[in-house]
């Protein structure tokens, strides 16, 4: 046989060979089983699978439906990452020492809850519990008098009147956010029901196997916060390289946005609301560098970071879901760390009465606070039932299934 006809055959061959090969790998793809294509059979059996069957001595199977995410939740995707301070300890607090963890993917507000989302929640509660359970849901707008300022005025004022109905809620308690993420959680599945022609008469258990119904609303724990307020995907290069971390939730060494590059603002603008000196809560009026507001702000004002939230530094403190203990970091898994109570750092071993299972974290600095507390890893803690001009929240979601569904 000539050369060229050799080199044609093996050619051919060759080629039928590939072609092959890439029709077995689409097969195999194709028979995939996700949660949103199961298969018409079992896997492990063969028998058939019953959809929507209203004979429930049948085996079914309910497919994972398109997934709808629930009102203002950013999606954030897990992985690996450091937490911790990055800054000097100036505060000598040692409690947050830098430690590498992972994080599963979650949701999270985009923003902080407001005045009107929880003016929404006051009066749809009313249809659901007593006047005396109301009074102790309401803010504590009293949060805002001070024997030696003015700012009373905000105690009549910032709640009530429109003109606030998107700036940051305030005067709300650890325990008080807590009742705000179960109502919406049982307010937001109520609405999807309506809007689905839900049958009334499901139970909350058939509506999750059939994925009908949104995970728990939650504060998000303190890892979580910290882990999206940093944003790290900003820096990322060339797949799982980083170039450098970050003291703020933005590029740069300072509270000004750096560069004219990905940013609603101009160069030099400041990229959050927080009290740049003593006495100084907003810079010089007509400052084309002014920081915005002297109290809290729209929660719209301020850039947001690389995963889409806003005022994760500045604006308002927010409460997290964790327990405080100087020693967490010692302490916590390195796959979703949380502390839930005060397991293997007992109150008993501190001599304050400022430490107990009753004390929470809060993070982010706010329009009262320097720079210094606006790093995603500084952390303070205050009695879940207490209330403040300078702390809010916002809420957590688990994001369910993987990325196949």
């Known amino acids: 046989m000539k050369l060229g006809n050799k080199l044609n055959v093996f050619t051919w061959v060759a080629t039928f060979f590939v072609a092959t090969m890439i029709l077995a790998s689409c097969g195999s793809q194709s028979n995939r089983r996700t949660a949103s294509n199961p298969g018409k059979v079992s896997a492990s059996t063969g028998a058939a699978f019953s959809f929507n069957d209203e004979d429930t001595t049948n085996f079914q199977v309910f497919r994972l439906p398109k997934e709808v995410v629930g009102p203002r939740l950013k999606f954030i995707q897990g992985g690996r990452a450091v937490l911790g301070s990055q800054e000097n300890d100036v505060m000598g607090f040692r409690d947050n020492t830098e430690r590498t963890v992972t994080i599963a993917s979650f949701f999270m507000d985009e923003t902080e809850v407001t005045n009107v989302d929880y003016k929404e929640f006051l009066h749809n ?12 849901l309401e803010p504590n707008e009293r949060v805002w008098e001070g024997t030696m300022s003015y700012n009373d005025v905000y105690s009549t004022y910032y709640f009530q009147y429109p003109g606030f109905n998107f700036y940051p809620v305030a005067g709300v308690s650890w325990t008080q956010a807590n009742v705000y993420c179960k109502w919406r959680t049982m307010y937001v599945n109520e609405v999807n029901r309506e809007k689905n022609n839900l049958d009334s008469a499901l139970t909350e258990n058939q509506l999750i196997q059939r994925g009908a119904v949104f995970p728990d609303y939650r504060l998000p724990n303190e890892a979580e916060w910290e882990f999206a307020a940093k944003a790290m995907i900003g820096t990322q290069y060339m797949d799982e390289n980083q170039e450098n971390g970050r003291i703020y939730p933005w590029d740069g060494r300072g509270p000004r946005n750096p ?13 959050a609301n927080f009290k740049r000196g003593r006495g100084d809560y907003a810079g010089i009026s007509g400052s084309i560098h002014n920081d915005g507001e002297i109290i809290p702000t729209n929660v719209y004002d301020f850039p947001p970071n690389d995963y889409g939230l806003y005022n994760m530094a500045g604006n308002m403190n927010e409460w ?5 203990r100087p020693l967490s970091f010692q302490d916590f898994d390195d796959l979703n760390p949380l502390r839930k109570d005060g397991i293997y750092d007992e109150e008993s071993t501190y001599n304050t009465t400022m430490i107990d299972d009753k004390f929470r974290v809060f993070k982010g600095g706010s329009w009262r606070d320097v720079a210094y507390w606006l790093a995603p890893g500084a952390r303070r803690f205050m009695h879940q039932d207490s209330a403040t001009n300078h702390i809010g929240f916002r809420c957590a979601m688990i994001a369910v299934g993987g990325k196949d569904r």
Not at 125 to 136: C, F, G, K
């Open 125 to 136: 509660m009313r249809t659901r519990v007593s006047a005396d359970s109301i009074l102790q």
């Open 259 to 271: 560069y004219n590059i990905k940013r609603k603002s101009r160069q030099g603008d400041f990229l």
């Open 320 to 324: 997290v879901q964790d327990v405080y």
